[in-house]
């Protein structure tokens, strides 16, 4: 996350259902877990000191087994359910502070829900669904209509408002519920499991939409799922829970190089590599970089000095600018590199899946330049590389 103030601040947050908190608060600040304190009490826990920031434009992913608390804790962000102990903070306002007026109206003016029901009013058209939380807001007709009619198309849906839930398809259903919660036009968007009953591959169309759409509304969503590749899709940073605890906070790839406990081993455990390990991460230094003024002989020197297949070339701030491999050089003397360039696009992104990189690799000289936004160069990966970080992450897997 950037340095950035984050918009949701969680911190603390502790839920224990029932009456016997008083009890069962003095066992969980001692140390016992979730199961010794039901046993001693019979108070349920849902939630213990649970602490996270989310931040604007961020889609942070909530994610645990059945059971782990991931929904209380969303609930808990905009006192759907009420925390026992803990605070929230959106922006400057502390939620888990407000009255219950002024929590009625954060809530209808600054927190959007979709859930995986999808809870559409069946003789509601789709317009008059998704108009629905500005009717009850006060907003007048036209107003209403129109704001309405432009969520529908943000995700998509244009051309169908006029017919009813029914005829829509389940995905479609699912895009109506999400018009409904951006119609309202929220800052912070709270989705529980909101696809998981769709089908596996308009799932992934929905994940896919809800990142471009992200990244236009720049909108601040808190993402239940209790699936992995779900949470990669959606991209960001994931808080993993166990019995109403965080285990771990960070990347799929962090779970991976570090993970902090057996529980997250599993979460990993079947991970697709390829597709969570960033060129960033499997990268080294590069051994054979040359300005482009360098002459082709002392390039070449430099190659046979350090065994790299190719010579990375940048400019005088650092940029890369291509390769050029040993033939070349061989052939060009005292010509000057900028001269001899090929391969500009030998490059990645540090942002880059392995995935990318190999196919990147595969048309390349056997390494490639990994580079910042800026274009500068970070670092460069061969082919040998990229099959030491695979087997670094497969031992780590296995322990
Ligand atoms: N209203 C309630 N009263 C009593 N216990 C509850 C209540 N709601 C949740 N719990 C308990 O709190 C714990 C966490 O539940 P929660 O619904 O947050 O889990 P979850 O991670 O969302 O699970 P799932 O993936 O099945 O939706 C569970 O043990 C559950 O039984
Ligand atoms: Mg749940």
Redesign the pocket.
């Known amino acids: 996350m950037s340095e950035a103030k984050p918009r949701i601040r969680v911190r603390g947050l502790t ?1 224990i ?2 009456d016997k908190a008083g009890a069962a608060l003095p066992l969980l600040a001692a140390g016992q877990n ?1 199961a010794e304190v039901q046993k001693q009490t019979g108070a ?4 213990h000191d649970v602490s996270f920031d989310v931040g604007e434009g961020e889609i942070l992913v909530v994610m ?12 808990c962000i905009n006192r759907l ?1 009420e925390p026992t102990s803990g605070t929230v903070f959106v922006d400057d306002t502390d939620v888990t502070a407000l009255d219950e007026r002024a929590l009625m109206e954060f809530r209808r003016t600054r927190f959007g829900m979709v859930f995986q029901q999808f809870a559409l009013f069946p003789h509601r058209t789709i317009l008059r669904n998704v108009e629905y939380g500005l009717e009850v807001q006060g907003v007048a007709a036209e107003a209403r209509r129109e704001r309405a009619l432009a969520a529908i198309e943000t995700v998509g849906l244009k051309g169908w408002d006029q017919h009813y839930p029914s005829q829509l398809s389940g995905g479609m259903q699912q895009r109506a519920g999400l018009a409904r919660a951006l119609a309202l036009n929220p800052d912070v968007l709270l989705m ?2 909101a696809f998981s009953a769709l089908d596996p591959l308009i799932r992934r169309d929905m994940q896919q939409e809800l990142v471009a759409l992200q990244k236009r509304l720049k909108k601040t969503i808190v993402f ?1 799922s ?1 699936d992995l590749d779900e949470a990669i899709a959606l991209g960001g940073r994931i808080v993993l ?1 166990k019995d ?1 605890r965080v285990v771990q906070e960070g990347t799929a790839a962090d779970f991976l190089a570090n993970p902090a406990d057996d529980y997250v081993r599993r979460f990993v455990e079947h991970i697709d590599v390829l597709g969570v390990v960033t060129a960033g991460d499997a990268m080294r230094a590069p051994a054979a970089v040359k300005p482009w003024q360098s002459t082709a002989a002392e390039a070449l020197a430099s190659l046979v000095q350090t065994g790299e297949p190719v010579m990375t070339v940048v400019c005088h701030e650092g940029r890369f600018q291509g390769t050029v491999d040993a033939d070349t050089l061989r052939r060009a003397g005292e010509t000057e590199l900028r001269l001899l360039l090929s391969d500009r696009e030998a490059c990645v992104p540090t942002s880059a899946t392995l995935n990318e990189t190999v196919a990147k690799l595969a048309g390349g000289r056997g390494e490639i330049a990994v580079i910042d936004a800026e274009r500068l160069l970070r670092g460069v990966i061969a082919n040998a590389d990229l099959v030491a970080a695979l087997a670094r992450r497969r031992a780590d897997t296995a322990h």
């Open positions: 839920k259902f029932g979730r349920v826990i849902g939630l645990g087994l059945s059971g782990s608390g991931k929904s209380t804790c969303l609930r359910i529980d499991e239940v209790h829970m109403g």
